[in-house]
T-cell receptor, first 117, second 114 residues
């Protein structure tokens, strides 16, 4: 089954304690992305990756790091979490390319609800 | 700057009616436009994709139109049901470095009353 898997689903942590949210996809997709979703603000892109070892900042990258050492994995790292990073996080993947008949739908993980106290 | 606008107010309709949601955009030249459904606390799920040279796309009770002159897409759900209640997001692709990067609107909440 095609899927994007995030872990953990729920996480409560304290300010300053480093954490990693994992994301893995089984569709051999080149493109992966992290979003955060806050009430009234919609999905905001944190970082994205076009392929292995290629990452770039999205709209709200401050306080986050990512890595893409393998095609299937794209972990999100919070080196020193702060309460303003309390949010619902989604990882997504998709095939890329502008081929006319290419299916470019994005597949999302089930979400990680992070609370930083 | 680039902007995607979806009505922030919830759309309330009666079961059986047609729901119409709007997505307007500025400063984009999208190759594709997509619609997603999102239920509370869950990840968005893809519904339909329409390309820039297509005027209309249908899938069961869903219909999407794409007017690149008006810079607008309309998303219709016919014979709506309470199970259609959710938030609907539109997403635009624009070319960047040879690949396409999707950006999402904030979504419109649809509430279908029995």
């Amino acid at each position: 089954e095609a899927q994007v898997t995030q872990n953990p689903r729920y996480l409560i942590t304290v300010t300053g304690k480093k954490l990693t949210v994992t994301c893995s996809q089984n569709m051999n997709h080149e493109y992966m992305s992290w979003y955060r979703q806050d009430p009234g603000l919609g999905l905001r892109q944190i970082y994205y990756s076009m392929n292995v070892e290629v990452t770039d900042k999205g709209d709200v990258p401050e306080g986050y790091k990512v890595s893409r050492k393998e095609k299937r994995n794209f972990p999100l790292i919070l080196e020193s979490p702060s309460p303003n990073q309390t949010s619902l996080y989604f990882c997504a993947s998709r095939a890329t390319g502008g081929a006319w008949n290419k299916n470019t739908e994005a597949f999302f993980g089930q979400g990680t609800r992070l609370t930083v106290v | 700057s680039q902007k995607i606008e979806q009505n922030s107010e919830a759309l309330n309709i009666q079961e059986g009616k047609t729901a119409t949601l709007t997505c307007n955009y500025t400063n984009y030249s999208p190759a594709y436009l997509q619609w997603y459904r999102q239920d509370p606390g869950r990840g968005p799920v893809f519904l339909l994709l329409i390309r820039e040279n297509e005027k209309e796309k249908r899938k069961e009770r869903l219909k999407v139109t794409f007017d690149t002159t008006l810079k607008q897409s309309l998303f219709h759900i016919t014979a709506s049901q309470p199970a259609d209640s959710a938030t609907y997001l539109c997403a635009l692709d624009s070319a960047s470095g040879g690949s396409y990067i999707p950006t999402f609107g904030r979504g419109t909440s649809l509430i279908v009353h029995p």
